[in-house]
């Protein structure tokens, strides 16, 4: 009998677990990955074939970019530069292996249970709740008094372009591409299909991005998607075809032929190999929730409260199965939060300060609302942008293309929003995320001293912006 047991050991669950093993739980984590040597892996997507790997190719590929096109401008001059895959796969997978080896380091330090299988309910028996970890014909029978699950998402399939993983990829097959391909299409421009096509634009493929909205990156504030869009279709040399449905995919030689209806036309592009990122759907198959009495919504998410509790006392959702964007951060966090709740703590999790990242280059990193969404609210606000050209940390960097962005409630000066597009925006917007959950006025910013130089001083500038006082442009 265990106090908890996760089901799924991605971000979420092997956090949570983590941290109730921590408050003194007694703890299982049921899970089913399998890594590409058919051994038990935990980390879920995010660590096999989602976030950890798509960064170590987008670095890779950035650093040839660099040794290409860049460093001549420092003086450094190189010839014969070659992409060698199989070494970058090699890289990519030894990063993954590290870390989800740490993952199974961090339960036996904690002493969490870890159980490989598929997770479901077999019912209940008064308060204890009965389920089995299914690994091929081995069931294992497991009970606990409380159950979070934290199954994660898979990638949601189109009719029209069935995934094979050999012409036709999904996120794990498009990390997997054995040589670069002379032309790669894909579809879906959201967050995934711009990352994986920047990367094999950078190595040398001719990109083309498919994307059934009439809007580029409707989620991001208007003025970045438009200035990233500039930067991704002028000086990158990404296509990117909006409003475009697709209709078919044939097989012809030498590639697939991509038919798509665009503005009441047909067009059809011929690719060698194709990317489907129409995003993510959440996982529930097999779990055998009418066994306890619980069921998704129409979506196919798990209904839960603010505090991620369903509707069955003792049972737990959060991460992508559940309400909310579909981001490792923010199950963690959840994770947390849910562990802690169960023992007894209040926690707090804010779900409008959860930051946003698209790992293109330059990046893009946003926290709070749009201006946009500002205007549509009638909301009374001012706005301070500052751009990464007037920064001298930026021009050493030989990054320059971008700018911050702040919006601030015009009668208390509290931040509302703040939308990055440049060098390192992953990391300068956690000053954003920090300054929204105290409160923080754009004043506040201002005032505080920044590094010399340094990125985060257009972050200053910016603050500094919103009341038109700005100091170096």
């Known amino acids: 009998m265990f106090d908890l047991v996760v089901v799924g050991g991605g971000p979420g669950g092997y956090i949570a677990a983590v941290r109730a093993a921590q408050l003194g739980m007694k703890v299982a984590c049921i899970d089913a990955w399998k890594n590409a040597k058919g051994r038990p892996s ?23 970019e660099r040794a290409v096109h860049k460093f001549a401008d420092h003086g450094i001059r190189l010839s014969g530069v070659q992409v060698d895959m199989p070494t970058m796969l090699k890289r990519k997978d030894k990063i993954v292996d590290q870390l989800t080896s740490g993952v199974a380091y961090l339960f036996k330090k904690n002493k969490v249970e870890s159980i490989h299988g598929v997770g479901r309910f077999a019912g209940r028996d008064g308060d204890t709740f009965l389920l089995e970890a299914v690994d091929g014909d081995k069931v294992t029978p497991v009970s606990a008094r409380q159950v979070i699950l934290a199954t994660g998402s898979v990638p949601r ?35 995934i299909g711009l990352e994986m096509g ?26 970045v998607a438009r200035e990233a869009q500039k930067i991704f279709t002028r000086e990158q ?8 449905k697709v209709s078919a995919v044939e097989k012809v030689a030498g590639g697939l032929k991509v038919s798509y209806e665009q503005g009441g036309r047909n067009s059809s592009i011929e690719v060698d190999k194709l990317i489907v990122a129409v995003g993510r759907v959440p996982y529930t198959d097999g779990l055998q929730l009418d066994k306890v009495g619980l069921a998704v919504d129409a979506r196919g998410f798990i209904p839960v409260d603010e505090h991620c509790a369903t509707a069955v006392a003792g049972i737990w959702a959060l991460g992508d199965v559940v309400r909310g964007p579909m981001l490792a951060h923010k199950a963690e966090e959840e994770g947390v939060a849910v562990a802690e709740r169960i023992t007894g703590q209040k926690p707090h999790l804010d ?3 959860i930051p946003w990242v698209i790992y293109t280059a330059p990046e893009i990193a946003w926290v709070g609302e749009t201006e946009q969404a500002l205007k549509a609210r009638g909301a009374d606000y001012r706005a301070g942008s500052f751009p990464f050209a007037a920064n001298g940390r930026a021009k050493g960097l030989g990054e320059t293309a971008g700018f911050v ?30 300054a929204m959950e105290f409160s923080a006025t754009s004043e506040d910013i201002a005032r505080i001293v920044h590094a010399h130089p340094s990125l985060a001083e257009v972050f200053h500038e910016a603050a500094l912006a919103v009341d038109g006082r700005a100091l170096n442009m």
């Open 351 to 353: 779900f409008n300060h």
């Open 42 to 64: 935990l980390g879920g997507t995010c660590l096999n074939v989602g976030c950890i790997p798509s960064k170590a190719l987008l670095e890779s590929s950035e650093n040839y």
């Open 405 to 434: 962005k702040i919006l601030a409630d015009r009668a208390t000066d509290r931040i509302l929003g703040v939308h990055i597009l440049g060098p390192f925006a992953s990391e300068l917007v956690t000053e954003a995320v920090v």
């Open 237 to 244: 040399d990404i296509a990117i075809e909006l409003g475009a």
């Open 157 to 191: 399939a189109i009719p029209a372009a069935p995934v094979d993983n050999v012409d036709i990829l999904d996120n794990a097959g498009a990390l997997a591409i054995g040589e670069v391909p002379r032309r790669l299409g894909v579809i879906g421009a959201g967050v």
């Open 198 to 223: 920047s990367v094999w634009r950078r190595l040398g493929a001719e990109v083309t991005l498919i994307e059934a909205l009439d809007t580029f990156l409707g989620a991001a504030d208007e003025q």
